[in-house]
Nanobody, 125 residues
Framework: QVQLVESGGGLVQPGGSLRLSCVAS????????IGWFRQAPGKEREGISC???????YYVDSVKGRFTVSEDNAKNTVYLQMNSLKPEDTAVYYC???????????????????WGQGTQVTVSS
């Protein structure tokens, strides 16, 4: 059974950092495509990063240079390091996975088959 569990969210001041974790079970993470998404209140879900095993890692412009995705294969875990956080980064963050995803940055707009439960990130002073 494919399962994703996110953690690491919380309240942080503007300019601060958080690292979100997404632990996978029931499958080997590095054989699957990965996406990170967020949804702010009253807004549509937004793809912020995705790992395409065929052609690399992609980020939405609003987080480029501030957010970084990494993996620990031994722990079957993917991380989202978020630096220089802004109030507009406040949202529920989700990781998602699927056996396949589109080429290139289209993976940011792909509807993955499996989703975690989400973790709240609040950026406020």
């Amino acid at each position: 059974q494919v399962q994703l569990v996110e953690s690491g969210g919380g309240l942080v001041q503007p300019g601060g950092s958080l690292r979100l974790s997404c632990v996978a079970s029931g499958f080997t993470l590095n054989n699957y495509e990965i996406g990170w998404f967020r949804q702010a209140p009253g807004k549509e879900r937004e793809g912020i990063s995705c790992i395409s095993r065929r052609d690399g890692t992609y980020y939405v412009d609003s987080v480029k240079g501030r957010f970084t995705v990494s993996e620990d294969n031994a722990k079957n875990t993917v991380y989202l390091q978020m630096n220089s956080l802004k109030p507009e980064d406040t949202a529920v963050y989700y990781c998602a996975t699927d056996r396949y995803s589109p080429y290139g940055s289209s993976c940011l707009r792909y509807t993955y088959a499996y989703w975690g439960q989400g973790t709240q990130v609040t950026v406020s002073s």
